[in-house]
């Protein structure tokens, strides 16, 4: 079937550790996005790409890093310089303009 | 600014008809989202309006009226599984899904 696919499901950091998420889909979707959704706030645009090796900053990049290397995987770094790095991580993909579909998002946190 | 708002929070019953609105205020407009998100995990796919009018898709209804930056989520005969998050979700601009502007989500409780 076809699919978005994040992993790990659960994750727990220490402090000034970087840990990387998941995101692979086989929907041959161009598009794919990291987002980052709080208690009481939207979703938060975290990194965009439209293509392969080519990816922008969303609204709160900073601390983060991600990569493009392949049509259908974009992994997520959450670096030590993120300073509140505990939250609900939700990679998605799409056609360019269609709707969003989303992996069961990874929920990440810090000791 | 750039905004969406959506009520908090809406309770039901079981068998009964609820409305969600959603209004936004957005520098462009090229669609608007509404996705179903339970607790813990992924938002799900449920309507997309451009055009202004009614779309529906079994139990549930979107409608649009770009004039008033008013859109509304019918959801009928409702059901235990349908409690819930609802989120609203405004794409700004043309092209690409880049900037889409996401309400905070109303929470539906559906009581027996």
């Known amino acids: 079937d076809g699919g978005i696919t994040q992993s790990p499901k659960y994750l727990f950091r220490k402090e000034g550790q970087n840990v990387t998420l998941s995101c692979e889909q086989n929907l041959n979707h161009d598009a794919m996005y990291w987002y980052r959704q709080d208690p009481g706030q939207g979703l938060r645009l975290i990194y965009y790409s439209q293509i392969v090796n080519d990816f922008q900053k969303g609204d709160i990049a900073e601390g983060y890093s991600v990569s493009r290397e392949k049509k259908e995987s974009f992994p997520l770094t959450v670096t030590s310089a993120q300073k509140n790095p505990t939250a609900f991580y939700l990679c998605a993909s799409s056609k360019n303009t269609g709707e969003l579909f989303f992996g069961e998002g990874s929920r990440l946190t810090v000791l | 600014g750039q905004n969406i708002d959506q009520p908090t929070e809406m309770t039901a019953t079981e068998g009964a008809i609820v409305q969600i609105n959603c209004t936004y205020q957005?520098?462009?407009?090229?669609?608007l989202f509404w996705y179903q998100q339970h607790a813990g995990e992924a938002p799900t796919f449920l309507s997309y309006n451009v055009l202004d009018g009614l779309e529906e898709k079994g139990r549930f209804s979107s409608f649009l009226s770009r004039s008033k930056g008013y859109s509304y989520l019918l959801l009928k005969e409702l059901q235990m599984k349908d409690s819930a998050s609802y989120l609203c979700?405004?794409?700004?601009?043309?092209?690409?899904?880049?900037?889409?502007?996401w309400g905070l989500g109303t929470s539906l409780a559906v009581n027996p």
């Open positions: 957005t520098s462009g407009f090229n669609g």
């Open positions: 979700a405004v794409r700004a601009n043309a092209g690409n899904n880049r900037k889409l502007i």
